[in-house]
């Protein structure tokens, strides 16, 4: 039972982690953009760099950039969460 308890504890802890990672990195590069859109001289730049953002994400969420940011996030904890079913399985196969 013990065993059963570390692996939903680890796999909850990877899904959870792995979900957000690419929320974060993906709403940092966003803000970083905007925020260089209010420099004068790199405003073109920031600008121009948060709409293709947006248009990245909107690919991923059929249209909308908060589905797509939410759908990389899901198909990373996903991954994150296989990868740690597979790294629990390889250890205790291992182990014996």
Do not use: W
Not at 5 to 11: F, G, P, W
């Amino acid at each position: 039972m013990r065993i059963v308890l570390n692996l939903l504890l680890s796999l909850f802890l990877t899904v959870s982690l792995s979900f957000t990672a690419p929320i974060i990195l993906m709403g940092g590069i966003l803000a970083t953009l905007l925020l260089v859109g209010y420099i004068p001289g790199l405003a073109f730049l920031g600008q121009s760099g948060a709409i293709q953002i947006l248009e990245f994400l909107a690919i991923f969420g059929s249209g909308s950039p908060l589905e797509g940011i939410f759908t990389l996030g899901l198909a990373g904890g996903v991954v994150g969460g296989l990868f740690d079913l597979f790294n629990f399985y390889r250890y205790h196969s291992l182990k014996n």
